[in-house]
């Protein structure tokens, strides 16, 4: 647990500078419903991947730059798993990491972020190599927050394959790349302890991320490039949504995959709700008080401290209630749609009544 969280220090490099930043549309996708069962072999057989659509092509985490290769994802689910077809374009398909549970992302990965209900705590990550090696973590709150990584938690029932195209390991040749298949249980993925895992007509927040880093070949055998002084480059990251800093553990911008009853073949068009456009602005809130903090060394007690007088979503004015309490703060705001309490405290904890 201990390596992870020093680890990713460096890792989400922005995790704890808290600037101002740029209004974030998540993206979304419709996973449908699979009737045949899924063979978790590496390969796109299977007739429901030929019904259901790519994703976009991945972007850089900040959301700028189009990446070298390209990446993409499709997803299916049923009663039993939610499945994950990755394909990533790469000419050099390498990895050495074999040991589960190992820093998966000192190789070439691909990670899987899910947070089923939302709140932007207990959320799990997920990383496999080229070599389908996982490390498989549980999250209690972003690392903004003091947190717990749980590094020994696994994610019971994982099927995961991969096929490479090409030959793997082997810097004589250029490979086309390689493609991830896998079954995430729902069983696995809980929100509470009494919570239906299966999130039928329901979305949950979820994002994909693809570390990538430049390479050299030492005595025939891939390494991770370093510069002129023996330092190692920085490596890429490619995203589904983007988040628009250097962090993948801002759950509140992850993208929605709306998990339709309808099967594959069909059609269904999923909107994001306006609560959750009015969230996200809550989360710009709770944005602006942590750079308070950090340049004042206290919190705002005022909304207009934080130079916000309303927010605005879909053409309607909100405005919220800053309330002060002895270990922190509260926004609060009615929402004009739905009628519901909408709520983020502190400690960036989301609420909903």
């Not at 500078?17 to 390969?43: F, H, L, R």
């Not at 589960?100 to 089923?116: A, L």
């Not at 002895?326 to 909903?352: A, C, H, Q, Y």
């Amino acid at each position: 647990m201990n390596i992870k969280i020093l680890v990713l220090g460096v890792f989400v490099i922005s995790t704890f500078s808290c600037a101002q930043q740029p209004s974030v549309v998540p993206k979304s996708y419709v996973a449908y419903q699979t009737p045949e069962t899924i063979i978790i072999d590496g390969e796109e057989n299977d007739p429901s991947w030929g019904k259901v659509a790519w994703s976009e092509p991945f972007i850089d985490i900040e959301g700028t730059k189009q990446p070298k290769y390209k990446t993409q994802v499709k997803m299916l689910w049923d009663n039993t798993y939610f499945y994950i077809l990755a394909k990533l374009e790469e000419p050099h398909v390498w990895g050495n990491l074999k040991k589960r549970d190992t820093i998966v992302f000192h190789n070439n990965d691909f990670e899987v972020f899910i947070d089923p209900d939302g709140d932007t705590y207990n959320y799990y990550e997920l990383e496999i190599n080229a070599l389908n090696t996982v490390w498989d973590l549980f999250v209690n709150k972003p690392y903004r927050e003091k947190n717990v990584v749980l590094n020994d938690w696994t994610l019971t029932g994982l099927k995961s394959a991969v096929k490479v195209d090409g030959t793997l390991n082997n810097p004589q040749d250029v490979d086309k790349g390689w493609v991830l298949e896998m079954a995430i249980p729902w069983a696995a993925y809980k929100a509470g302890y009494y919570h239906k895992n299966v999130p039928k007509d329901k979305f949950w927040r979820v994002n994909f991320s693809r570390v990538n880093w430049d390479h050299q070949v030492t005595n025939g055998v891939y390494q991770r490039k370093k510069d002129k002084k023996g330092k190692l480059l920085h490596e890429y990251n490619w995203v589904w949504s983007p988040m628009h800093v250097v962090n993948m553990h801002e759950p509140e911008k992850w993208g929605y995959v709306y998990f339709t009853s309808k099967t594959a073949g069909e059609k269904f068009d999923f909107n994001i709700s306006n609560d959750e456009k009015i969230k996200w602005k809550l989360f710009e809130i709770y944005r602006k008080q942590k750079a308070y903090l950090e340049k004042n060394t206290k919190w705002a007690t005022t909304l207009e401290e934080l130079d916000i007088k309303e927010i605005k979503v879909e053409n309607k004015i909100l405005k919220p209630k800053l309330e002060n309490h002895s270990m922190g703060w509260n926004v609060v705001v009615t929402s004009p749609f739905s009628g519901k309490k909408l709520s983020i405290r502190e400690d960036g904890k989301f609420l909903l009544k």
